[in-house]
């Protein structure tokens, strides 16, 4: 049995711990099996092998994601990756078009579309394990799943099933409506649309062929910037005849701003943090490696992250988005496959980075053509690569690389470096990437 | 006229911007002339001078403040160093030892002793003026400020003077009361006591001679540390019968905590801050370089430093003196006189400093026995002097200091380098220091 998983989203709704390439799926801020924090994306996947351990899983992503799934997952995930957001119809074509050509999976295997972030119980995995198998007994081509509501919310998308039955037919689709019309759904016995589909792969290759001209994975990346923004939902489901529903009452929340996000996590505080006594329904992330303290704080979120800090009333911080987008800061923190790095000091004409790689992996081989770097070797051991020569190097030795000179380090424990950037106008974009990998040792002086 | 200004205090009230060598005086906060925040110690040395412009200024103060003093008024004070924190009595001898020994003052001459952290307009000043020439005129020999009272305040000792003129008799002191009691004290005329004093010089130096056994300054210096631990209210004033109150009933704020110190800040934010619609008498001080984004806050302090981070209720704010107390985190910014340092990064094995030196000045000529340090020149041109050897830098450049190696650096123009320390157990105690002055060009390779 096949998983897609939608990873998407900006993230921009839980900064200051979100940022461009750490989105929400990747906070380590879930109460895990085994006592450590967890991501969203390291629970979803650690549930659905809980429920099928032969379960196949790719995550449909964009590309600055890639990094940070290797980095929670390793190697245990498929990834397929989107030239562009395109919505999720695209999305899964091209998710489709890869199990079947890049993974040789057959057309008649069930596949599971869900997205990453909903926070829920077991159950949920269980009963997507159930719509799968009446997918390909031949119940109907495709398969929803609604969610018995618990509120009229305007959040979400409605199914009115034709009959009150666990497995019903589905009578018609609603848009997010307003509080008074959620209200008469909920009469009607809607249910929410859980955004989770199971389908044969055939039926989403049909449906590719059909609307965008599918033939295979190679070409259809190709031309995937050129493909028009649209949903699953609207592309397909909503037009579909041989569909059906299964009810799914369990925990589901949608985790998606700070307020439900508090409500998933197991303690009032994560990283140093001092409450006072007199501190009601607060609850604190701390990722700065100072000390927060808060006193008298009521229904209040604190999160303090290298990219900002967030001082908000629980009610308050769904309104964060508008805020949020005038920052376009820089990222300061980010988890890469190799490991990670954090902004520690931004100047005129230097910044200051840690960076960690993890051992036995290396950065790309690159030069810079408006900056000098100096890296200091702050922990562990590694081989550094300067214009193809390689050089050992230990704690407290240093690496001067001037504008031009290409360069690359290899971890043969895991490396702290304190990375030196000089020059005016320092900028992500001033990079130039070359062959040539350490690991391989494919080049050396 | 000679003003002694007590600096004391470790400001554990306004953590986290306040810290061991940061006292709250220091803290440029204060709205200044020129739309420039101000300290508090520059805001009373400026007060000072705009009344009387041939007015000298002492401060009498502990070694740590010494650098953050010159680094905010450089030379135009003389600074009075106690050897150890022994109260208000010792620490008024010994600059009055001082002032004669060091300075050559004449004994008859006016002094005014007063705090640091009062925040009052200009005709405080004048008041304090005026108390000099009581006291120089012979009105009495001890004159005392004695400020009208707004409020029953449990916070203060009090006044009784013995009649409703300007200037006036004591007729006894009253330590700080119960909320009751000030109610009476206020219905008798009582006034808050400003712990203003002033006085002839060689009204000083006799009551140390007769408490203190007082010769000379350099001896008191010596056995400063022995000296017993009490105020000069106690010590003198409750005992004097040559004695008056001057009245004064202009501004005056204790701004000692969070909630008053807000008070009289002109702005709501200082820093990278962004506060939405439903903030609410909530101010936010934030010194870091990532932004602060408060929302629906209400009647909140929030403050940012290197130290911590503190999101308080503004009554609850005046509590956190038992919290700060527990955290005895290393100094994380400092100001000094040769410019300011300001911890990045504190890992197991390292820490990254940003150094940053005034041009003209160096460091001590210095060593550490159990770290190496690294610097990396991130701006400005300067001298290092390594092991005796002297060499220019420019940005870009590295200096390795393995442990043992002794070494400095004179700032041509102004310096920023990045510093990381190596080593198990990095501690400021492991600090060697050497004669050799890179400015007075005394040592050379």
Redesign the interface.
Same mark, same amino acid.
């Given at each position: 049995m096949q998983y897609i998983i939608l990873s998407g989203g900006s993230g921009k709704r839980l900064?200051?711990l979100s940022n461009d390439v750490r989105s929400k799926q990747f906070l380590k801020m879930l109460p895990g099996e085994d006592g450590e924090p967890e991501s969203m994306l390291m629970r979803v996947y650690r549930q659905i092998r809980a429920v099928d351990g032969r379960a196949e899983v790719t995550i449909a992503t964009g590309k600055k994601q890639v990094s940070g799934i290797r980095n929670q997952l390793g190697g245990k995930v498929n990834i397929c990756v989107e030239p562009d957001r395109r919505d999720t119809f695209p999305a899964i074509c091209l998710a489709a078009g890869f199990l079947r050509d890049e993974q040789g999976i057959s057309e008649d295997e069930a596949v599971v579309v869900c997205p990453v972030d909903p926070y829920v119980e077991q159950t949920y995995f269980l009963a997507l394990q159930e719509m799968a198998e009446l997918a390909v007994s031949g119940t109907a081509d495709l398969v929803l799943l609604g969610m018995e509501p618990t509120y009229p919310s305007e959040k979400y998308g409605y199914i009115i099933p034709s009959c009150r039955e666990a497995v019903s037919g589905v009578e018609t689709f609603r848009e997010k409506p307003d509080l008074e019309t959620a209200r008469k759904y909920l009469q009607q016995g809607a249910l929410w649309n859980g955004g989770v589909f199971a389908c044969r792969l055939g039926y989403l290759l049909g449906k590719s062929r059909e609307r965008i001209g599918f033939s295979d994975y190679r070409s259809l990346y190709e031309r995937y910037e050129a493909l028009e923004r649209i949903s699953f939902d609207y592309a397909v489901a909503e037009r579909e005849k041989s569909i059906c529903v299964l009810r799914y009452q369990g925990t589901w929340k949608d985790i998606g701003t700070w307020n439900t996000f508090a409500e998933t996590m197991d303690r009032e505080a994560m990283g140093r943090v001092?409450m006072?006594e007199?501190c009601v329904n607060t609850h604190v992330v701390?990722e700065?490696?100072?000390?927060?303290?808060?006193?008298?704080?009521?229904n209040?979120i604190?999160a303090?992250s290298?990219?900002? &800090?967030? #001082?908000?009333?629980k009610?308050?911080?769904s309104?964060?988005k508008p805020?949020?987008e005038?920052?376009t800061?820089q990222v300061?923190y980010a988890e890469k496959s190799w490991g990670s790095f954090?902004v520690?000091?931004?100047?005129?004409?230097?910044m200051?980075i840690?960076v960690v790689l993890k051992e036995g992996n290396s950065l790309h081989y690159h030069s810079h053509e408006h900056r000098?770097e100096?890296w200091?070797v702050?922990?562990g051991t590694g081989t550094a690569l300067l214009d193809g020569v390689k050089r050992q190097v230990f704690?407290?030795d240093?690496v001067?690389m001037?504008a031009g000179c290409r360069h690359t380090i290899y971890a043969d424990t895991e490396l702290?470096l &304190?990375e #030196?950037q000089?020059g005016r106008g320092i900028s992500v974009e001033d990079k130039v990437k070359y062959d040539g990998d350490l690991k391989e040792d494919g080049v050396s002086g």
């Open positions: 900064w200051p001092t006072n007199t701390n700065l490696n100072i000390p927060v303290l808060c006193m008298g704080c009521k209040m604190v303090a290298g990219d900002g &800090i967030l #001082v908000s009333d009610e308050q911080s309104y964060i805020f949020v005038e920052m800061g300061r954090t520690l000091d931004v100047q005129e004409e230097s200051t840690r000098d100096v200091t702050a922990k704690p407290g240093v001067s001037p702290q &304190i #030196v000089l």
